[in-house]
């Protein structure tokens, strides 16, 4: 190939991959922006990330549209309790507003458990997961038996209503209700009642649309409004030029 053909074909290499490549650099830049007034507006303990789900043409930016987003905000603080939170935005505005979304705040169980209603005398139970649903697993009896309780999850009025269905106990399975009155003791059997822990955090706009026990922790599913976004928008201004 002559010097010329190459030099040739270098430039029209160069008049594709360059779009592209600026495209890379302000996506990049976005997703930084975003991540500190991010972290500006919720003051989380641990790490902030923001990610774009499609790389952004400057023509876009111009427009005053950056596109879907997804953020994750690590150990926020709210009301003595600590939480994850991963959120999907949708059709979000160079103005912070979006078209609404969705969230999942994911509870650990350590702290699931600061949140219930202390109940008997004994020793604090431990929350978990059998891989399906919601565990509680701890002793009963004088003779301290092992005992693992399996919950359902619910919601209510801004509430998660956990309602004890199964006991495990000396590796047999019974369902709550066929239990015999003695066969636990008095602090075990109020244990096995349901408990609600509140929701009453929510703002305006945000609803909860289910909940599940996960490996890290108790899952509650969020939909975010527009509105809702909104007015997060408005709130989080102050942060803009962080």
């Known amino acids: 190939m002559s010097r010329r053909r190459l030099l040739l074909a270098a430039t029209a290499a160069l008049a594709v991959i360059a779009p592209l490549f600026a495209g890379v650099v302000v996506t990049h830049h976005a997703e930084q922006r975003i991540s500190r007034v991010a972290a500006c507006r919720l003051a989380p303990v641990g ?62 169980y350590a702290q699931l458990v600061k949140r219930l209603p202390t109940v008997g005398s004994g020793t604090p139970w431990t929350a978990g997961t059998d891989g399906t649903g919601l565990t509680f697993t701890g002793t009963t009896g004088t003779l301290g038996i092992p005992v693992t309780v399996h919950a359902d999850i619910t919601l209510g009025a801004n509430t998660l209503i956990v309602t004890p269905t199964e006991v495990t106990v000396l590796g047999r399975t019974v369902p709550v209700d066929a239990l015999p009155g003695e066969a636990m003791d008095k602090s075990t059997a109020q244990r096995l009642k349901p408990r609600e822990v509140p929701l009453t955090a929510l703002p305006s706009g945000v609803r909860a649309t289910g909940a599940k026990a996960t490996s890290e922790g108790l899952a509650v599913h969020l939909a975010l409004t527009a509105d809702a976004t909104r007015k997060a928008a408005k709130a989080a201004s102050g942060c803009a030029a962080a």
Do not use: C, W
């Open 47 to 108: 790490h902030v990330s923001a990610t774009l789900d499609s790389s952004l043409a400057p023509v876009k930016l111009l427009g005053g549209s950056i596109g879907d987003v997804d953020i994750h905000a690590g150990q926020l603080e709210r009301q003595g309790t600590s939480m994850d939170l991963d959120a999907h935005l949708r059709q979000v505005t160079t103005s912070g507003a979006s078209q609404g979304g969705d969230a999942t705040v994911t509870i650990p």
